[in-house]
């Protein structure tokens, strides 16, 4: 088993820390830190649904994501959103979607703002991460405002990279790993155990079935880890 440039093996993650309530004014927020990847993620109550909710008496959960400018090597113009940009949101807004229970939220909206102060690859997978958190306590706190009668969560979610690079399996993917990768896979996944999104591509070789279903086993792994990390800070809610 090889060993990377940051001294891990390759079924070993980057260090993380989640931080519960980081900021002052969100309802719900926490700071995360994979490795060299640093965001900030939020969520923000409304009382109001998109149209085609009003009266049915369900909520939604959506989220935005942006990099600070220089959150990476070179500047990143400032408000310039992109086809990446609006592909990570849509896949945090689903993920975050799929463990929660619409009915006993009500009808109101949750915004996840995911802002990456600092990229170094997996900084979408952080954020669905990361979010959860922030959800879970915005939640939180309309059942302490006597809003909502218990938190409208039906399981963990978290997500992790996992790649092909110079043939070996590797978990938890740096910006310099996943540029050289050969396969590119992200997996989002719940505290059962079930999938919400995989996205896996070929950069530069096909991969076979051997090759997914070790790559799935390797994200599973990972991912068992940040539920449990989840888990643990969130005892004295769920």
């Not at 992109?82 to 009915?103: C, F, H, N, P, W």
């Not at 990229?119 to 669905?128: F, L, N, P, Q």
């Not at 092909?164 to 978990?171: F, T």
């Not at 919400?196 to 051997?210: L, N, S, V, Y």
């Amino acid at each position: 088993m090889m060993i990377r440039q940051d001294g891990r093996a390759a079924d070993k993650m980057r260090k993380i820390e989640i931080v519960r309530n980081y900021l002052k004014y969100p309802e719900g927020s926490c700071f995360i830190q994979l490795g060299n990847t640093r965001i900030v993620c939020t969520a923000s109550v409304e009382d109001s649904v998109p149209v085609f909710l009003k009266g049915t008496g369900i909520g939604w959960v959506t989220a935005e994501y942006g990099m600070l400018p220089r959150s990476c090597q070179n500047r990143i113009p400032r408000n310039k959103d992109s086809g990446r940009t609006y592909e990570i949101q849509r896949l945090v807004g689903r993920s975050l979607r799929a463990v929660t229970d619409m009915k006993t939220m009500g009808e109101r909206t949750v915004w996840i703002d995911c802002d990456v102060i600092q990229a170094d690859g997996g900084t979408r997978i952080a954020s669905i991460t990361g979010s959860f958190v922030a959800l879970v306590d915005a939640f939180n706190k309309l059942k302490n405002d006597g809003l909502i009668d218990e938190i409208p969560i039906k399981d963990f979610v978290a997500a992790i990279s996992v790649g092909i690079v110079n043939k070996e399996l590797l978990l938890d993917l740096t910006y310099e790993e996943d540029s050289q990768a050969e396969v590119d896979m992200n997996v989002v996944m719940t505290g059962k155990g079930e999938f919400i999104e995989i996205q896996g591509t070929a950069e530069r070789q096909p991969f076979d079935k051997q090759q997914m279903d070790k790559l799935l086993e390797l994200a599973k792994k990972g991912i068992a880890e940040l539920i449990d990390i989840q888990k643990n800070l969130l005892k004295d809610i769920l």
